[in-house]
């Protein structure tokens, strides 16, 4: 079965991000509210209430520190995974900069090919430099498939090549059912990831403030 991105999905995604900015606001303006984290392993976990009802055809929570999944839904089933790829993405790049073999001040050049994307983009045009600190903006908030292949052709040479740093930095994060085929989630029968890898994948993100 295949996926499609539709507009109807991509004006979803905008207004409910504009409902998170609200609720952050709203949120720092009342105050902190003192919660008292839990940690729950496979050992303490008993009686555990049953999930939800989810409309997504797979899913699955997890306790972010040890793993343990408290909730799925068809959680190893193989979906194709569109423009959260880029989460992945994002990965790779902090962990360059992290590692200081790329600066968020490095200029990066505009390729024929990362021009050609289409989809979500920032319109990049070839032969174009913008820095990686822009770039990374540009693929956090506009989803830019452009800017996607810039900063992967940067890093590794080209799109293939930084696939299969995503592919290695997937199974380091836990995420063993997981194949990529290009840094942006345009569709490729061989991109593919499943609920719980993506939970893997986002416990690996959130090391990154």
Not at 32 to 57: E, F, L
Not at 162 to 170: Q, S
Not at 193 to 199: G, I, K, L, P, R
């Amino acid at each position: 079965m295949e996926l499609y991105i539709r507009s109807e999905r991509d004006q979803m995604k905008k207004i409910i991000s504009k409902i998170l900015i609200v609720i952050l606001l709203i949120s720092s303006c009342i105050g902190t509210i003192n919660v008292t984290p839990v940690t729950v392993n496979a050992a303490t976990k008993t009686n555990w209430p049953k999930g939800p009802s989810i409309y997504g055809q797979t899913g699955v929570l997890i306790e972010a520190s040890t793993g343990t999944v408290l909730y799925d839904k068809k959680c190893n089933k193989k979906m194709y995974p569109a423009s959260i790829t880029k989460i992945m993405t994002l990965i790779l790049i902090f962990d360059y900069i992290h590692s200081g073999k790329i600066k968020l001040g490095d200029m990066v050049t505009t390729s024929a090919k990362a021009k050609s994307m289409g989809g979500s983009q920032v319109f990049l045009e070839e032969g174009e430099q913008q820095n990686v600190e822009t770039l990374i903006k540009c693929i956090i908030i506009a989803s830019g498939n452009d800017a996607s292949v810039a900063m992967a052709e940067h890093i590794a040479g080209s799109s293939e090549a930084f696939a299969k740093l995503m592919n290695e930095r997937a199974k380091q994060a836990g995420a063993t059912d997981t194949h990529f085929a290009n840094p942006n989630g345009l569709h490729d029968d061989n991109h593919y990831v499943t609920a719980y890898d993506m939970a893997m994948i986002m416990k690996a993100a959130i090391q990154y403030p």
